[in-house]
């Protein structure tokens, strides 16, 4: 059986206070964005989490990479981060998720208003397809 790491990390984006959770399972890892607005206590943070936990919305699950390895001297691990942002650019996996999750929403809102634009440009045709037929029916 895989080991299930969550993180919960609440912090200020102005204006309002925002909780990222994280969780990592059997290699995949998921992050969801939590809005709370003014400064939450932990009470409020844990009673939030017990009632409103079924009702996150994780992001599409990406691989996740293993945490745990060999001690790596300090310097080098500093020339190894600083070669990665400079190659991915600024976020934490979480960050990058939560982008993801966006540009999925993006792409779903998208389809969603040319359906609609579809659908009334239809029903607009119709009406004026009946409107004609109605306006020569007695000549």
Same mark, same amino acid.
């Given at each position: 059986m895989?080991? !299930?790491?969550t993180?919960l990390?609440?912090?200020?984006?102005?204006p309002?206070? !925002?909780? !990222?959770? $994280?969780? +990592?399972?059997? %290699?995949?890892? $998921?992050?969801?964005? &939590? /809005?709370? %607005?003014?400064?939450p #206590?932990?009470y409020?943070?844990? =009673?939030?989490?017990?009632?409103?936990? /079924?009702?996150?919305?994780?992001?599409?699950s &990406?691989? =996740?990479?293993?945490?745990f390895g060999?001690?790596?001297?300090?310097k080098?691990?500093q020339?190894? &981060?600083?070669? /990665?942002?400079?190659?991915?650019?600024? %976020? /934490? *996996?979480a960050?990058?998720?939560?982008?993801?999750?966006? +540009?999925?929403d *993006?792409? $779903?809102? #998208?389809t969603?208003?040319?359906d609609q634009?579809? $659908? +009334? *440009?239809?029903?607009r045709?119709?009406?004026?397809q009946?409107?004609?037929?109605? *306006?020569?029916?007695?000549h």
């Open positions: 895989g080991t !299930v790491l993180r990390t609440v912090f200020f984006e102005d309002f206070w !925002v909780g !990222v959770y $994280e969780r +990592e399972e059997s %290699g995949r890892y $998921e992050a969801c964005k &939590i /809005t709370f %607005g003014a400064e #206590k932990d409020e943070v844990y =009673a939030f989490m017990l009632k409103n936990f /079924t009702r996150l919305q994780f992001s599409p &990406i691989a =996740a990479a293993d945490t060999k001690a790596v001297n300090p080098r691990l020339r190894e &981060i600083k070669n /990665t942002l400079q190659q991915s650019g600024v %976020g /934490t *996996k960050q990058q998720a939560l982008k993801l999750m966006q +540009e999925q *993006k792409l $779903e809102r #998208k969603r208003s040319r634009r579809e $659908e +009334e *440009k239809a029903l045709f119709s009406q004026k009946q409107k004609r037929k109605e *306006k020569h029916r007695g």
